[in-house]
């Protein structure tokens, strides 16, 4: 079965420019959570999803927004790009809303300049 | 805020048990997780454990949690080189819920031969 799958691999942006990553979560489930990993540093929480709704949202910004479609599929926009927003940005699925097993995909590295 | 706290390097040889300790400063944290980076890699859940339990098996690794102190701790028995990576403690009150969950900065496991 597939995992987590993210979209795209690497992005290089510039300061000001606006950028969307994409996730797939794995078959079957329904809820998808957003975290940055800056680098040496542990995955900070961004926002959950469950049924195309946020659930749950971390210390970020208005800059960062998400939504879920219909597929449980989810994309993550961050607008008015600032060099800090450099960094590994995660995607995790899950069956349900907390069902405490959150599986992650391998990461977007956004790279801002 | 909630904070988790663990020792940024770990050195160890080949075949010996490797400890990986972590504290966490969140009483009601009930769902305490260990995850494993490997370099340009997302995250790999090995375990986790409720706060109702002191402690969980599963073959080479096995959780101690003292709740008293909260300390978190994760034994790999009989260390490969193949687990040489970055090791996350995270913790939860909802099991990945809303809150999401609190990572630390991670733990460099080094595997000398």
């Known amino acids: ?113 | 805020g909630e904070d988790v706290e663990q020792s940024l390097f770990l050195s160890v040889r080949e075949g010996d048990s490797s400890v990986i300790n972590c504290t966490y400063t969140d009483s009601s944290s009930t769902y305490l997780y260990w995850y494993k980076q490997e370099p340009g890699a997302g995250l790999q859940l090995l375990t986790y454990i409720f706060s109702n339990m002191d402690m969980k098996q599963d073959q080479r690794l096995t959780v101690l949690l003292n709740k008293k102190d909260k300390h978190l701790s994760l034994r790999i028995a009989d260390t490969q080189t193949g687990d040489s990576a970055i090791y996350f403690c995270a913790e939860s009150m909802t099991g990945g819920g809303a809150d999401g969950l609190t990572f630390g900065k991670g733990t460099h496991l080094i595997i000398q031969p």
């Open chain 1, 1 to 113: 079965d597939a995992g987590v799958t993210q979209s795209p691999t690497h992005l290089i942006k510039t300061r000001g420019q606006q950028v969307t990553l994409r996730c797939s979560p794995i078959s079957g489930h329904k809820s998808v959570s957003w975290y940055q990993q800056v680098l040496g540093q542990g995955p900070q929480f961004i926002f959950q999803y469950y049924e195309k709704e946020e659930r749950g949202r971390g210390n970020f910004p208005d800059r960062f927004s998400a939504r879920q479609f219909p597929n449980y599929s989810s994309e993550l926009n961050v607008n008015a790009l600032l060099l800090g927003d450099s960094a590994l940005y995660l995607c995790a699925s899950s069956l349900a809303l907390a069902s405490y097993e959150q599986y992650f995909g391998p990461g977007t590295r956004l790279t801002v300049t």
